[in-house]
């Protein structure tokens, strides 16, 4: 009699177990389904508009003049839309730029041919006559790199027979790359080569920002920085959030399907959960906003030709209405206020000593192991450092016209960058509140299961 009842409370108590394996297995199943469908889509099945409402940033933007209510609302309605049909113009499709691996601080470790080659530069046939003459000659084809990464990572260099007009080409003092040499510069169409996930990870980039942030860009905070300091980490730091961000929104969420969208989990946890990298987009989005504000006069008169006097009536147009905007005039007159720097015995210095960083970041772009990560690094560190030209290299409002000098590439650049920032805000603005949803959702639906595993854990042991 005491050997049978043992035996069914041991077959009994198997069965408690069996049905609570059984039934964790399903709870996981259903907590992995429900949280796949919204990383998948990017939003929840109940509408969050309700949320963008409500600023979880608010105030004035530090360092800056505006706050950040204010940044968003021109943002959306005026600076965004605007940005938008600006770079899709002839003028500001092209860039120019080298898109092989030279790095300068390191040996050729092979990191560059560790795919099968996949980019080619484009016939001479292909392009207009004005892209060679004087800004462009062809690479030799033994000069051709691979890059790394997947082939989504590759630069498409497909051309119309749209075509610039030279400016005047001056080097950017912030820069690494100098401008003026054509030799080994090739033309893009930014338009067929969009920022957005290439599959480039792994110690190759980390190695970049580890060069960035650790050799040349100092940690942030600290107190015995100098403002100036601060705010070239601020800089880096929101052009780093922004690049993040571009590579959640665009993100390949499914390779064998080819499925793209947002990649919420990725925004939150490179970004939004470090509340200071999203302080630093907007910093970043309003000094560069200051530069293009501060050159306005030098930017309406450039001429933007490209032998389509359509096209480029549109462009000087948009341009107009940018720079001029009585909105953005009226509620943003001044984003960030460059004349209280490089004050004292020390300035001169220290603008040499941070010139000198920020070169050394612009020619780490070199050091990039993913051909259209680097062309998208060069564009967007030329651009924040024609921005720095335009603020710290020119002694006056009352002298700009005069002594500033951009090159063509340099705008491309400025106004490339400008758009990205843009959208970037806009993202975080509009998709922000989704993402911390999102995380907040999965840590409840963890706690909840860890919770009821416990609890079939504990009963089983009773039994």
Known sequence: MVGSEV??????????????????????????????????????????????????????????????????????????????????TPFFRYFKAKLWCDC?????DGMCRLRDCSVCECPESEFPESFKKPYHRGLPSDDLKCQEGKPQASVDRTLDSKAFKGWTETDNPWTYDDETDNSEMTYVNLQLNPERYTGYTGPSARSIWDAIY??????????????????????????????SIHIASDYLLDEATNLWGHNLTLMYDRVLRYPYRVENLYFTFLFVLRAVTKAADYLEQAEYDTGNPTEDLKTQSLMRQLLY?????????????????????????????????????????????????????????????????????VNGEEHLGQTLQLQRNEVIALMNLLNRLSESVKFVHEMGPAAEKLIEGKISSTTKLTSLVKRILASTVKI
């Not at 300068?104 to 050729?108: G, L, Y």
């Open 214 to 243: 650790s050799e040349n860009c100092p940690q942030y905070p600290a107190e015995e920085l100098c403002q100036e300091e601060k705010i070239l980490y601020k800089l880096i730091s929101g052009l780093h959030s922004s690049i």
């Open 104 to 108: 300068p601080f390191w040996p050729d």
């Open 325 to 393: 905007n009585q909105k953005l005039q009226a509620a943003c007159p001044l984003p960030f206020d460059e004349a209280k720097l490089w004050k004292g015995q020390r300035g001169p210095e220290l603008k040499q000593k941070i010139q000198a960083q920020f070169k050394n970041i612009s020619a780490l772009m070199d050091c990039v192991g993913c051909e259209k990560c680097r062309l998208w690094g060069k564009l967007q560190v030329l651009g924040l450092g024609t921005a720095l030209k335009i603020l710290f290299s």
């Open 7 to 88: 035996k069914k409370r041991e077959k009994m108590r198997w069965r408690w177990v069996i049905g609570a394996f059984m039934t964790i297995v399903l709870a996981i199943a259903l907590a992995s389904r429900s949280t796949s469908k919204i990383s998948l889509f990017g939003h929840t099945t109940k509408s969050c508009q309700c949320s963008q409402d409500k600023h979880r940033y608010s105030g004035i933007v530090e360092d800056c003049c505006c706050d950040y209510e204010t940044v968003d609302h021109l943002n959306g309605g005026v600076l965004h839309p605007l940005l938008q049909e600006l770079v899709k």
